[in-house]
């Protein structure tokens, strides 16, 4: 109901937005015809005529329909020409000219939205025209595509129209040479894949050493194709540019044969309970039987006899029952004492496990307690109220306590992904093992993904298990999510055929609305309600006689798989059956277009994972429409109804004919971890369901839809995980990169240097002054050992207080730093300078960044002392980057003079910084995000706070040194928390 009236309400918001664009369309088509008398060259001046008034102070907006106009001309001009286009080595004709939905559909994307507009309704000409406009600021506007491949067809193919009008276009594709990419950002307009975009960020921000390192020239204008498969499929995943760790720290070949025969031990253990539970059914305690089964869940949730049992309604839905009870509170304690009748418990849903006391007495009987974590907080209140101890003893003590504990973590981590490795990770399913190396099957598009690697020790865990080379641990270089890479640009804008299922998180999080375009002409597609089956095997039976009922009509068909796996299964049924068809997984993107651009054809068969041959068009060949057009078989729904409908659009394009249904059945993964099987065994008794027969009914298509909006939730909750994690992240990258580039860009680096060596004096000065008595012995130590200042005792004693001593010791860095550079070559020093400014950022804050990794995976561990781990994170990594502002400090006194400013030496300090490696050398690498299922959502930032945050996150990161602290308008920005030497107050990421 209530769902009804939104939809209502939505439905003539959307309605009245198209309206309101309408008269536009209008405006646009009279420029347009005023435009077909005049010559091409003509034309082509309007770019330049636009650009001059737009110096003159008019806004892009008031330029719309006149630029939109010469697109659409241009475009006519084409058509009547019959002009041919290369386009990745073929030659196309130039037949479109933008439908008045097309315009609207521009419109829409200039304003910064994203509009939905179904597949075939050309899409690709539609950011045509929001393109050409935004070029015309000449800022660079930026078209994201999902592969390389349609990067570089649509820069070809629409590149034709731009070029013709006078602007440049460039697109980017992996293996590019940094001076390759920095022509193709120089461009009017660029083309890319967001990864090739994000990565060029990362490594300009977190690599380049001088202004020339760096590619890209600003954030402007973006516009996403596919935006859902970008901002929400691939959002999971955020970019990571790492390198090999200095430090490992896994025993993952130490507790691997113990860790076997542990699960071999449990695996006995589920096999003989999922018996006794055969046996409970057989004499109908199926109560009984449920919560065994259930027991086996947590234990062992691939067990054989359990998938069975799963896949029988009845049994199925007392394992539910017996879920649903143990995890009532009222039943916590109960489920506690069955976890420790096992040796450790898995939760599939959020891949978590965990040691019971029988299992860490199986892996140390002589002390189990070897794999607990040792709780610090009570050992550190010890230590405190220890009154024999003296104040250093305590110190030691807390020092050793701390690392005892971390000690502790690091093995109950590496305990707990071998578990994970072992009972949730399947071969063949979640990866494969290729020439000795552990390759993961995504699980979204099925394909392989090689290169790519799990995150936090599960991969190496993998290893270890499969017996292969276990690879160096990574760490981190340079990370973004893609959420917030994306939120750098001043304006951004998507289109899709499928947004309306995900426009609340697009409006949470990107701040972007929808608008659903009207098709061209109406689509006519005939969606079937879904056949559901017991078994898989049914299933892909029936569904193998449907393709032979409707290949031998010569009906062409779409096979969509949720897996390779599934893929190549199915192609061995229909080898069998001597049925001609092809297989397509997403791996060679430009082969797999040309394919399935000819799936149209007739008594065609494909089967394709769900992102191959994406940007295709689907055309019917002649006859084709008669038999009803192209038919599209699922044979999963997915986990988003989203992909499913994605699926679905491929065929029935531009008003063709054409129909689509899903053949499912309860063994899937879906109806196996989300599917509300007792609501559907019900139904299907109700409905008189036989064995071996497919079920269709409308109420069927609703459970699973449930079951879809479940996973939709959960998988939206992680994304917004990771981005309140990354947020944190996001505000101190925000401060270092600017930092950064300031000192990047600067001519004279040498007042930034001073203005660090400043801060890091008064921060020493104030410590030692503030200890009672004054630590004036430890200031002479530390200002002679880090600084050749040669100052005595007695040179502070004359100089007066703590303010004086800072003056001194300010004056007398300046002095040694003359005498060091007087005589040098003053480029060269400004050299130096920089260097010393960024080889110290850049180190640090990489081992910071690697500091937060294990932050962040041992904040995990507090969740379990009732402690909010998002806040506890904040509050952590908000001291953790007090720190390392502080120790950027101390490492930038410390190489001013360390290294001599002689040439040679500068060059030796060259070569002692760390390794920098461009593009291609490093494993650049995006991995998976590990799903938090313990943590509980924290609350955000407080409002004040957000509010405070307000005008910062709106004008950028640019407040001046005399403007207020956001926090404390009371006090000086840069001086209201122990001042950065950056541009942004850094207590503003607290
Ligand atoms: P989408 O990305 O929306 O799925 P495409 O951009 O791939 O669609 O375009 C689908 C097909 O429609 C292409 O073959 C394209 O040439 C054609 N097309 C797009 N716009 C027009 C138009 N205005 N007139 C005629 N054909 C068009
Ligand atoms: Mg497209």
Redesign the pocket.
């Known amino acids: 109901m209530i769902g009804w009236v939104l939809k209502k309400i939505l439905g003539t918001q959307n309605q009245r937005e198209v309206r309101r664009l309408t008269p536009m369309v209008a405006e646009i088509n009279r420029h347009e015809e005023a435009l077909r008398p005049i010559s091409m060259e003509e034309l082509r001046a309007k770019t330049a005529a636009f650009r001059e008034r737009l110096s003159k102070g008019e806004t892009l907006d008031q330029l719309l329909p006149e630029a939109f106009a010469v697109v659409k001309n241009c475009?006519r001009r084409f058509t009547e020409e019959k002009r041919k286009i290369r386009v990745r080595g073929q030659e196309?004709l130039w037949?479109?000219?933008?439908?008045d939905v097309?315009l609207i559909g521009g419109m829409v994307l200039h304003s910064g939205r994203i509009a939905e507009?179904?597949?075939?309704?050309?899409?690709?000409?539609?950011a045509t025209l929001p393109t050409y406009l935004n070029a015309l600021s000449g800022k660079g506007v930026h078209v994201v595509t999902v592969n390389d491949y349609l990067a570089a067809r649509d820069a070809e193919w629409m590149g034709e129209v731009y070029r013709e009008l006078g602007l440049t276009v460039g697109c980017l594709q992996h293996g590019q040479s940094q001076a390759e990419r920095r022509a193709q950002y120089a461009c009017d307009i660029t083309y890319g894949t967001c990864s090739e975009f994000g990565f060029d960020y990362l490594r300009d921000n977190g690599m380049a050493t001088t202004p020339e390192d760096q590619v890209q020239r600003g954030h402007f204008y973006a516009i996403i194709?596919e935006v859902d498969s970008i901002l929400i499929d691939e959002a999971r995943t955020p970019l990571i540019i790492s390198g090999p760790v200095t430090v490992s720290t896994h025993q993952f070949d130490k507790y691997r044969s113990s860790i076997e025969s542990l699960v071999r031990k449990q695996n006995g253990l589920c096999t003989d309970w999922a018996n006794q539970a055969k046996e409970k059914v057989e004499k109908g305690d199926l109560q009984g039987a449920g919560r065994l089964l259930f027991k086996v869940k947590m234990g062992s949730p691939r067990n054989k006899l359990l998938l069975k049992f799963q896949e029988d309604p009845g049994t199925r839905r007392a394992i539910d029952d017996a879920e649903l009870e143990m995890y009532q509170d009222t039943r916590r304690t109960e489920l506690y004492k069955t976890k420790e009748e096992m040796y450790f418990s898995i939760d599939e849903r959020n891949s978590e496990a965990d040691l019971s006391e029988m299992g860490r007495t199986f892996l140390n009987p002589a002390d189990p307690n070897f794999f607990l974590v040792p709780d610090l907080i009570t050992k550190n209140h010890d230590i405190e109220t220890n009154s024999s101890l003296s104040a250093e003893e305590k110190l030691k003590a807390k020092q050793a306590a701390q690392a005892d504990y971390e000690e502790a973590s690091q093995r109950i981590h590496n305990i707990s992904q071998l578990l994970r490795a072992y009972c949730v990770f399947e071969k063949d399913v979640h990866y494969v093992v290729q020439e000795n190396k552990v390759v993961i099957v995504d699980e979204y598009t099925g394909r392989l993904m090689p290169g790519r690697r799990w995150s936090d020790g599960l991969h190496q865990a993998v290893e270890a298990k499969e017996g292969v080379q276990i690879d160096r641990e990574t760490q981190t270089l340079a990370t973004i999510t893609i959420q917030n890479y994306f939120r750098l640009y001043e304006k951004l804008a998507g289109?899709t055929?499928t947004a309306e299922t995900e426009a609340n998180e697009f409006k949470d999080i990107y701040r972007l609305g929808v608008v659903v375009i009207p098709t061209?002409r109406n689509c006519i597609r005939k969606d079937a309600d879904d056949l559901i089956f017991k078994t898989r095997r049914e299933k892909l039976n029936a569904l193998i006689e449907e393709i032979k009922k409707r290949h031998a009509a010569g009906q062409p068909m779409l096979v969509g798989t949720a897996s390779v796996e599934s893929s190549e299964i199915i192609s061995r049924m229909l080898r069998r059956e001597n049925i001609p068809h092809s297989v397509l997984n997403a791996k060679q993107h430009q082969l797999e277009a040309e394919i399935v651009a000819r799936a149209g054809e007739r008594g065609a068969v494909m089967i394709a994972t769900n992102m191959a041959g994406r940007?295709?068009?689907i055309?019917l060949s002649p006859g084709v429409a008669e038999l009803g057009g192209l038919h599209v078989v699922g044979t999963e729904r997915h986990e988003s109804r989203r992909i499913d409908r994605q699926l679905r659009g491929r065929c029935a394009?531009?008003g063709d004919p054409g129909s689509s249904q899903f053949f499912i059945s309860f063994e899937d993964d879906l109806m196996r971890n989300f599917g509300d099987s007792r609501r559907i065994a019900g139904l299907m008794t109700k409905l008189g369901m036989e064995d071996n027969e497919g079920l269709q009914h409308p109420w069927l298509n609703r459970s699973v839809e449930t079951a879809q909006k479940r996973v939709e939730q959960r998988n939206y909750q992680i994304r917004k995980h990771t981005l309140q994690y990354d947020d944190v992240m996001n505000q101190q990258r925000t401060v270092i990169y600017a930092w950064r580039t300031d000192i990047l860009n600067s001519t004279d680096p040498r007042p930034e240097v001073f203005e660090t060596v400043d801060e890091r004096i008064s921060a020493e000065v104030e410590a030692r002054a503030g200890t009672d008595p004054v630590d004036l012995d430890g200031l002479v130590h530390w200002a002679n050992s880090s600084m050749p200042v040669g100052l005595q005792k007695e040179d502070f004693q004359k100089a007066g207080g703590k303010e004086e001593w800072a003056k001194l010791l300010k004056a007398k860095v300046r002095e040694a730093y003359e005498v060091k550079v007087r005589f040098e070559n003053p480029e060269a020093v400004k050299a130096l300078e920089r260097f010393v400014l960024l080889g110290a950022i850049d180190r640090l804050w990489q081992e910071h960044l690697y500091a937060m990794d294990g932050l962040r995976t041992s904040i995990n561990l507090r969740a379990y002392g009732q402690k909010d781990p998002l806040i506890e994170y904040k509050n952590e990594a908000f001291s953790m980057f007090g720190e390392l502002m502080g120790r950027i400090k101390e490492e930038v006194v410390h190489n001013l003079f360390r290294s001599a400013s002689s040439l040679s030496a500068f060059e030796s300090f060259l070569s002692a910084l760390p390794q920098r490696t461009g593009r291609g050398e490093l494993p650049v690498q995006a991995r998976p995000v590990e799903t938090e299922g313990s943590m509980s959502m924290g609350a955000g930032p407080s409002s004040a706070v957000e509010e405070a945050l307000a005008p910062i996150k709106r004008q950028g990161p640019k407040l001046g040194r005399n403007d207020a602290c956001p926090l404390d308008p009371k006090k000086k920005f840069k001086n209201c928390c122990g001042a950065t030497g950056s541009k942004v107050c850094f207590k503003v990421s607290a």
């Open positions: 475009c196309i037949e479109m000219i933008p439908f097309q507009m179904a597949t075939g309704e050309g899409k690709t000409l539609v194709d289109m055929g061209n940007g295709t068009d055309k394009r531009q």
